[in-house]
């Protein structure tokens, strides 16, 4: 029989030991928690970001020369998203997408505004757009809209002209110039918001799937002008080539995308110097590039404003991967070639 006298320490202890379990064990589970909703995410990117306050970005959209005396360019490797689309004359032009907040020296050589940039610039919210004149369509639309746009023409302070190439190809621009733009004169305007946003995996390995590797995707937009992505797996990524050569920015840094997104609009002529018409709100077929695998699926934009949304086959949106996106608009009929 048990001494009264040790009878109370044996008590104490029993029910000291439960409970201090509980506490410590309760409060580590409640700290594990807590980090794990400090993480944010970008909205335009679906990259790891430090605060909340960097979730949403004021979009940038500068529209970039592809003209082979422009090569190379200089700002590509660092755009968020990138828009290649046909323009007259047998070549593309891109529109990249930066987020206001970062760092680039600079970025160009900067060419004129098309109207299917600006409904595709829509989508980001009252993004400012940096441009060197335009189409008369173009600039009535910007016009019309009240589209913040930062034009050459009229704001030469915000821009400067290379000496080392001849004009048209040698207008550029860096963020400090495009902040300072923001800062004065679009303060309190509307963000990119999150449910303006595409799906993305919290990590590369998130996303996976079971279709065969495909090691390389070739566009051919005409038979003088041809975009190749070759998957980099070491990086999960892919490493743009055009008409065969590796595509470097002018900084030495390769193009590279982790998601390639092909989208079939229809085209068309509309004028005597090759303007193009492009289709860009509706519906479409698209491929869907990531992580080595080329998926089949379909695009929808419902209004100029809607957001352009991917889809696979069952009507399920499409989970990109976190980093930069390209997305290739090309001509119903054109030819696309993939290596296994």
Known sequence: MLNKRHFGPIALVAILVPVLYFFFYSRGRQ????????????????TPVENKSLERGQVVGIMIDSHPDARPESGLSQAKIVYEAPVEGGITRYMAIFDSAQTVSKVGPIRSARPYYLD???????????????????????????????NQFYWGDYFWRSTDRLAPHNVYTKSDFWQKAVEHYQAGAGAFMAPDGWRFAKTVDQESTASPLNKEITIRYNPY???????????????????????????????RARNVLIQYASMKTVDEEGRKEIATVGKGEAKIIKKGRLGIGFWEKKSVTDRTRFYDPNGNEVVLLPGTTWVEVVPKDAEIEVTN
Do not use: C
């Open 120 to 150: 595709w610039l829509q989508e980001y919210g009252s993004g400012l757009y940096m441009h060197v004149g335009g189409s008369p369509d173009a600039l009535t639309i910007i016009k019309k809209l009240r589209i913040f746009d930062v």
């Open 31 to 46: 700290e594990s928690v807590v980090v794990e909703m400090e993480q944010y995410y970008s909205w335009l990117d679906g």
């Open 225 to 255: 002008y041809s975009v190749t992505w070759k998957y980099d797996a070491e990086q999960t990524n892919y490493v743009r080539y055009v008409n065969g050569k590796k595509y470097i920015d002018l900084d030495g840094a390769e193009v």
